[in-house]
């Protein structure tokens, strides 16, 4: 049985934090996560069926390929749904995979719910002893930052973390996330991320942010600064979605070191050899770098 929030309230964190560890894999290895997408497209393109056994293979070839390189891996939740029961088992297989090869996990299920469903979605993905468990999860603010709370508080008690959307690579994303003007939705995020990373010592506090590297002059234009959130800015739209380091270094700006680049397809297209995927990352890292 899980053990209860009351428990856990009253016990030191188990592990050191999440973004102490992430802070530390981004100096090591540098600024990129590589995405874990297996599309029934790519998999056709690797030889693989799409089925589980198709899955595994390509997330562990993934896996073998970039888990000494990138400082984190990020499977896709729903392209591991798909395949039901079955896929969710490779999921977990691959979670385990990550944390023997050394890098971290971030599972971008994009969960949000009211705060009672929220605590089972917090178990499910960040308690010890769940087979599903990450060293992080994405998770969606639109049923009210604060709805997130059961995730905020078992993740800084496990030592791992959380990427709250704020401003995704989308294009309809403007559509909610822009309203408000000086006072949009995402500024809010943003704040209440901010205020969150309060309660972490170090270089990076738990509570990231995901901020697509395609939204050109959105912090400008809504008067958002990413520095005092002290979080990972976790930031897709790279490759495959147009977005290059030049884009990222502009968007971004001073918050630039904070930022963990994700791209999925833009590298998996190398595969399914492992060298080849190996320096497709390790190009996409050099141009992140210079
Ligand atoms: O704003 C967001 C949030 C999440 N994503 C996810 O990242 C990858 C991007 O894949 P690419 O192949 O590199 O385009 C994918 O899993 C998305 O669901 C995002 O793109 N934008």
Not at 56 to 79: C, D, H, I, N, Y
Not at 142 to 166: I, K, M, N, Q, T
């Amino acid at each position: 049985m899980p053990e209860s929030a009351a428990t856990r309230q009253t016990q030191q964190p188990v592990r050191e934090s999440f973004g102490s560890r992430l802070a530390a894999a981004m100096v090591e290895r540098g600024p990129l996560c590589v995405g874990i997408d297996p599309h029934p497209g790519l998999l056709a393109d690797w030889g693989l069926n799409d089925d589980a056994a198709g899955l595994e293979r390509f997330s562990l070839t993934v896996v073998e390929a970039v888990g000494s390189l990138a400082a984190a891996v990020k499977p896709q939740v729903a392209l591991y749904e798909r395949h039901g029961s079955a896929g969710m088992a490779v999921l977990e297989r691959t979670l385990a995979a990550s944390a023997e090869a050394g890098v971290l996990s971030i599972a971008d299920a994009k969960r949000g719910d009211i705060g009672s469903t929220m605590a089972a979605y917090a178990d499910a993905w960040l308690r010890d002893g769940s087979s599903l468990a990450a060293d992080s999860v994405t998770l969606s603010p639109y049923l009210g930052f604060e709805s997130l709370r059961p995730a905020l508080d078992l993740a800084a008690h496990y030592g791992r973390g959380v990427f709250v959307l704020a401003l995704t690579s989308n294009p309809e994303g403007k559509s909610v996330q822009h309203v408000g003007g000086d006072d949009s939705v995402a500024r809010r995020i943003v704040a209440a991320a901010a205020a969150e990373n309060q309660r972490y010592d170090g270089a990076l506090g738990s509570v990231g942010l995901v901020v697509g590297a395609t939204i050109g002059s959105a912090l400008k234009d809504l008067d958002i600064e990413l520095g005092p959130v002290r979080g990972a800015i976790l930031a897709p739209g790279l490759g495959a979605q147009g977005a290059t380091p030049a884009d990222l270094r502009a968007t971004f700006g001073g918050a630039y070191p904070q930022v963990l680049a994700t791209s999925s397809r833009g590298i998996l297209a190398a595969g399914p050899s492992v060298a080849a995927l190996r320096a497709a990352a390790e190009e996409t890292l050099a141009g992140l770098r210079s």
